[in-house]
């Protein structure tokens, strides 16, 4: 509910998952999901987050994911702030995650795959990560992949509102018409994850 008072209509949850954990994450929180009132004034869709996987196990676990009915799939992707292994982005970006969160110093050839598989890359507030940003942004618009703008919330002071999320967006180098591309692109993945938005 903070996020329905800071003005957001869905949220996903992404709880951080791997081998230890999936199989008892998925249920809990498509119960969630599940039990959701229909009529909240927020809607709320079942996620994970893929986080500090060898690199070979981000396929088979995000088909699982998708398998139980996991409708946003999210990669921990190799943030400047938090060491993952090397080719962790590339990994994610071959298997069937939808987005790829703060990439950090991504290379060109995986914006490219990003974009060719219509995997969102994060631009992020979170402090640490959000060192990436400049370079995601730059090389996203560049290729045209398609960007999408997350706060890594873990604690109640981490959620924001819409404009100051905007504002980072600006910040790094995204002009306003590129933030609206954002929206469009963001409304419309989310409406073919059967949210009415
Ligand atoms: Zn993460």
Redesign the pocket.
Known sequence: MRYASAGFEVIAITD?VDYSNIKAVIPAILNFTRHWPKNSPIQVLAGI?L?HLPPRQFKPLARYARKKGIKVI????E?PA?PVIEGTNHAALESDIDIL??PGNITEEDVKLARDKGIFLEI?T?RG?RAGNYHVAHLAMRYGAKLILGT?SHDPEDIISYSEMKRNALKNGISGQQVEIILHDVREFLRRKGAKC
């Open positions: 951080h987050e986080t999210v990669a921990h992707g943030s938090e969160a703060h992020t979170r990560h890594d």
